[in-house]
């Protein structure tokens, strides 16, 4: 059977305003929801874990004028120098400190993210 041309400029229409849609989704979560695009700014720490295999670097990020100060933690892996996962976002607070438990667990201003490489902590979801 044979598509009207109406229809197959119907099923254009329609298919190019979901990927419109579907693009524009995925600009929003990134820009505005995610730590991904966060980037550190003034070097506050540098803590390495029990077993060397990685860094966590605490970094302070200026809000400007309309908000204060916010603390970022990145995780590094020291064997992948291109590795760096956004593991820690908190804001109105200027200073930061990190303790590792175990060689997955670390602590950072008294907030637990028991796995690095899954886990986060992230003022805007988390309730601890």
């Known amino acids: 059977m044979v598509l009207k041309s109406k229809t197959k400029k119907t099923i254009a229409i329609s298919a190019v305003s979901i990927a419109i849609v579907a693009a524009a989704l995925i600009c929003i979560y990134h820009f505005f929801f995610s730590t991904a695009a966060i ?3 003034k070097l506050m720490g540098e803590y390495p874990s029990p077993n060397s295999a990685y860094t966590v670097e605490i970094y302070q990020n200026d809000g400007g004028a ?3 100060y916010a603390v970022l933690g990145v995780l590094r892996k ?3 120098s291109s590795y ?4 820690y976002w ?3 607070t200027d200073s930061a400190e990190a303790q590792w438990l175990d060689d997955d667990t670390v602590i950072i201003n008294g907030r637990k993210i028991p796995n690095v490489l899954k886990d986060k902590y992230d003022f805007r979801y988390s309730k601890n």
């Open 66 to 68: 309309t908000t204060g």
């Open 90 to 92: 908190e804001n109105n």
């Open 84 to 87: 760096a996962r956004n593991i």
């Open 39 to 41: 980037k550190g700014e």
């Open 78 to 80: 020291n064997s992948d």
